[in-house]
């Protein structure tokens, strides 16, 4: 527990991604930390969608964003909530601002601010708004230009700092010199990003602030219009990025960097959650762990200042760890749509989650699982050359005797083992000499699990007509 998080102030959280594309890594781990620091304290966590980049949010971006959260399990308890709902909040407390003196109107146009930035950089200063239009005591502002509506700029201090104790990277102070007056309101009256996230946390009373390391210039910022609007400051916590295994920033060019592709490529959610939640945070040596353990675990104390690297080795293996825990007829009913695609069969064919339990263990994704089930539900189509090669006339009688031995053979694999044995002792044959003609026969592939426990998936009946078509 943080040093200002008691029974006295209820956490609230929230994760606010703005819907200009998929839901990434990133902000999956974002949107985790956020959900477990509110669980672990019986607290509130918000989903608010900060939409007002109307040339970049799309309904569709919204759309993947909500169904990667459903998908990973992170309910939200309030929201979602729109920015672009909340237009008529933020021009009242632009207003607000305005009368009280914190803000005021601008009437450079946009080739006067930048004409004044490349003065300034020729200088060799920082290019930054000069506060032309910003009202002092004895200042005497310009003629107001008659053609021209002003933006709304934030009244930024002029002298002191900013200082935060980001919980996870220590201290933060920016110069107030650094900051120059932000314009918090467009000449249209549509407010910006930093102006609606400061209402949004002040109206929606966030306590803790954690999001992605990019955001830590707009936190000064937006400490101060929070000051001037008298509000309590949340906690903030900046998450270093996930970087490729390379060392680079994670990108397409590492495989998938949506969460939406994970379920596509057979990859569990309680693998993908254990996963983001070790990539920039320890408990001890645990490696692998629940998510009602991650929640009564999860603290900022142990959130990690370098970034985190992606291996996609360690998913795949907390992947299968999982899958081998997954009940069979859920991973059935995940697996099936897969098999369809590929044109599986089911009538008459093995039941599902019986051919998943013999499956399971050695499968990184249920996509692997899919691929291996197949020979279960299609006719078997085996290469010729592959027949030729093991279903020889050497071979055939003790084909024929194992056939006329399955007539009345328990069908188990406990009991179809033993005569398996038998028929090899009685032909003087070793184990591959009957079981890849056997698998080709069945199953049309030379690789299959261990032959008894394959053939009794199979059945009695498919496996004998398919042994008398080689007979």
Not at 161 to 183: F, Q
Request: charged content about 25%; overall charge negative.
């Amino acid at each position: 527990m943080t040093a200002t998080t008691s029974a006295a102030t209820p956490v609230r959280t929230r994760f606010a991604p703005s819907p200009t594309g998929y839901l990434h890594l990133g902000g999956a781990r974002t949107a985790l930390f956020s959900w477990a620091y509110a669980r672990r304290f019986g607290g509130t966590f918000i989903l608010r969608i900060e939409d007002t980049d109307l040339e970049r949010s799309t309904p569709e971006a919204v759309q993947a964003i909500i169904e990667g959260m459903q998908w990973l399990g992170l309910a939200h308890d309030e929201g979602p909530f729109y920015q672009m709902k909340r237009m008529e909040r933020y021009r009242e407390v632009v207003g607000q601002m305005l009368q009280a003196g914190t803000a005021y109107h601008c009437y450079c146009s946009p080739e006067e601010v930048e004409a004044m930035r490349e003065r300034q950089r020729a200088a060799g200063d920082k290019p930054r708004y000069d506060g032309t239009w910003r009202p002092e005591a004895g200042k005497t502002l310009p003629a107001i230009p008659a053609d021209r509506k002003p933006v709304v700029r934030f009244k930024n201090p002029i002298d002191g700092d900013v200082t935060w104790n980001d919980v996870v990277k220590g201290p933060i102070t920016i110069s107030n010199r650094e900051l120059d007056d932000l314009v918090i309101a467009r000449p249209d009256g549509t407010p910006t990003y930093n102006f609606c996230v400061v209402v949004d946390d002040w109206d929606m009373k966030i306590t803790h602030v954690i999001r992605g390391d990019d955001h830590v210039n707009n936190t000064p910022r937006q400490i101060n219009i929070l000051r001037a609007l008298g509000g309590t400051l949340p906690e903030y916590g900046h998450v270093p990025m996930i970087l490729g295994a390379d060392g680079e920033k994670l990108s397409k060019r590492h495989g998938a960097v949506s969460v939406m592709d994970y379920p596509a490529q057979g990859y569990l959610p309680e693998a993908m959650l254990n996963y983001l939640a070790r990539l920039g945070w320890s408990h001890g040596d645990d490696e692998v762990f629940s998510m009602e353990q991650f929640c009564a675990w999860f603290d900022l104390d142990h959130l990690t200042k370098a970034p985190a690297q992606f291996n996609p080795e360690k998913l795949n293996w907390l992947n299968n760890h999982y899958i081998k825990l997954a009940d069979n007829a859920r991973l059935a009913g995940l697996v099936r749509p897969l098999l369809e695609k590929d044109g599986a069969v089911f009538d008459g064919a093995p039941d599902l989650a019986g051919v998943i339990g013999l499956l399971k263990d050695r499968a990184n994704t249920l996509n692997e699982i899919a691929a291996a089930a197949l020979m279960f539900y299609r006719q078997p189509a085996p290469e010729a050359a592959l027949v030729e090669q093991h279903i020889t006339d050497a071979i055939k009688p003790a084909l024929a005797e194992f056939a006329q031995r399955c007539a009345t053979v328990d069908w188990t694999k406990e009991a179809l083992a033993p005569m398996i044995k038998e028929v090899l002792a009685a032909h003087k044959l070793k184990m591959p000499q009957l079981a890849m003609p056997l698998r080709l026969i069945v199953a049309g592939q030379l690789q299959t699990p261990a032959i008894d426990a394959v053939l009794q998936l199979f059945g009695r009946e498919v496996v004998v007509v398919r042994l008398q078509a080689y007979l």
